[in-house]
């Protein structure tokens, strides 16, 4: 029997509990239009977009009956006063209620776990012996770091990190010798400089995670790490493709990356 969205979401609220949520987060059904029982055939975004919707439609004009969106990112985080047209979460809201779509998301819960955000990025870079920067639960928590065997250089921990991850830039705090060897590594998918003192107390040499500012990159001088900003795209699009495979060895009928993710940043090469 075809795994229904109502078992397909109980088995990702025992992996990733929506309780374990910061408190200014939105985990959980975004919509919920009545579609628990059916198959799930499920489209995996990072982000909730109009575009993400319309591939959804456009997968169902072709035969594939996508009736749930699973992202990473809430598509409501503030209170909604109005759905009106022309608004763009107004107009998820009335296509997802008029097609029988749902939206549900996974965020600051699936962050914590194992095969998250955190985690794949420490499986893609190769990190032996990984464990919480921030540990909220026994095994659990936000980050990871790990050990670099045998260490590279920094200019190949760039290398690697342009070659696993592609991002479009890669920026990185100024360096006296990009040959510098790197043997220990902090990592965290998303917005992740908040994160910097407790990074600088794991013994990393380097962090990876992702919209650091000016005055982060000092900061990041100051605690003796080099701070690698690989963009927010790059850093956590990984972990939705391995959710995708998740989704599929759990049993859902159908299950695939969206195509129409977008990473919301270009850079100029003249």
Known sequence: MALAIADLIAKLEAWANPAWQESWDNCGWQVQPGVLNAPANVLVCLTPTLAVMAEALKLREQGTGINLILAHHPLIFSPLKAITQGDPVGDMVRQAIAH???????HTNFDQVQNGTADLLA??????????????QAGLGYGRVGDLTPAVS??????LIQAKLSPPCLIYSPAADLSQKIDRLAVLGGSGASFMAAVAKTGAQAYLTSDCKFHQFQEGRDRNLVLIDAGHYATERPACD????????WGAPWAQLSGQDEDFRQFWRN
């Open 100 to 106: 029988g779509i749902g939206i549900y998301t996974a």
């Open 242 to 249: 391995r959710l995708v495979e998740i989704v599929q060895q």
């Open 154 to 159: 920094l200019k190949e921990l760039l290398d």
């Open 123 to 136: 499986q893609v870079l190769h990190l032996q012996n990984s464990e919480p920067v921030v540990p909220t």
